[in-house]
């Protein structure tokens, strides 16, 4: 995530950008960009009968497409 973050604030362009993460990128051109773990908080509280709660978040040339066929 810092070198995602370092990369982004120092590319001069959108293509240093894309070279980065496209190296990451699996196969299937899709990446597991960050994964945030709710339920292990939850539970911290609640004990282990708590859900399960996982919030994935994936390649990020993907989202900016998705944003600009909104936009």
């Known amino acids: 995530m810092s070198a995602f973050l370092k990369t982004v604030v120092e590319a001069k362009d959108l293509h240093e950008i894309e070279d980065f ?3 990451a990128v699996g196969p299937s051109g899709l990446m597991l960009f960050t994964r945030f ?3 292990d908080i939850i539970r911290k509280e609640r004990g ?3 859900p399960h709660i996982l919030r994935l978040v ?3 040339l993907i989202v900016k ?3 600009v066929e909104v936009c």
């Open 58 to 60: 994936g390649n990020p």
């Open 21 to 23: 993460v496209n190296r």
């Open 37 to 39: 773990n709710i339920g």
């Open 65 to 67: 497409q998705m944003v």
């Open 48 to 50: 282990p009968s708590s």
